[in-house]
């Protein structure tokens, strides 16, 4: 999962990031304000964002809606010490606020698991397949299917995400640190060595060409 995070300082983001990965597998970007959070999401895709308040509301409107009409799926959540504002927020469609957030990043890492607990997962378990998330480890009717570095984590993006198309620029956006420098081509390989793999053990396929959309995990 790629999540911006905007005015957080770099310090806090590492410990935020700590947290998180007790959660998920996740790669963290951090936007000094609300100007270079655009610069981050024209380019980028985002299954969360995290906002810290700076008390501009015209702004904060604008990017929420800018956010939301590129991908609705997008949660967003703010950050604030106004405790009266909250109300204000959900009205511009955020889908959480969290009150006297500074000291407690524990608690926004508990919160972002709430808002997307449907993305959680340490194992994926369905029939004799089980994707062992935390280790790496793919096993079937007790056979073992080795998949290392992006290969799994490709494979594992797709699973949590079951019956979801992504298209390759979403799947790249989401696993590489620097998207901006990977091809399509790259995606095309990895997907074409998952197949390889599980189809020699299972007999059959699991990840799904759409045509002209991308991929989904199906079982």
Not at 55 to 61: C, D, H, P, Q, V
Not at 87 to 109: K, Q, T
Not at 137 to 152: A, R
């Amino acid at each position: 999962m790629r999540i911006l995070t905007v005015g957080f300082s770099d310090e806090y983001v590492k410990e935020l990031e700590k947290e998180l990965g007790k959660y998920f597998i996740c790669i963290v970007d951090n936007a000094k304000d609300m100007y270079d959070a655009t610069n981050f999401t024209d380019f980028r895709h985002y299954e969360l964002v995290i906002i810290v308040d700076e008390g501009i509301k015209f702004s904060l409107e604008r990017y929420v809606n800018e956010v939301k009409k590129k991908k609705s799926e997008t949660k967003i959540i703010i950050l604030t010490e106004n405790i009266k504002a909250q109300s204000e927020f959900f009205d511009l469609g955020v889908d959480d606020v969290i009150y006297h957030h500074c000291d407690h990043p524990d608690l926004i890492a508990a919160r972002v698991l709430a808002n997307m607990r449907h993305l959680f997962g340490t194992h994926v378990h369905i029939e004799k397949l089980v994707i062992d998330i935390a280790n790496k480890k793919i096993e079937y009717d007790e056979k073992i299917v080795s998949l290392n570095g992006k290969t799994f984590d490709i494979l594992a993006y797709l699973a949590l995400r079951k019956q979801r198309v992504f298209s390759k620029d979403e799947i790249i956006n989401a696993l590489w640190e620097e998207p901006e420098y990977v091809s399509d081509n790259t995606v095309e390989v990895a997907i074409n060595q998952i197949r390889k793999r599980l189809k020699s053990i299972l007999g059959f396929q699991v990840i799904h060409t759409v045509r002209r959309r991308g991929y989904k995990f199906s079982y």
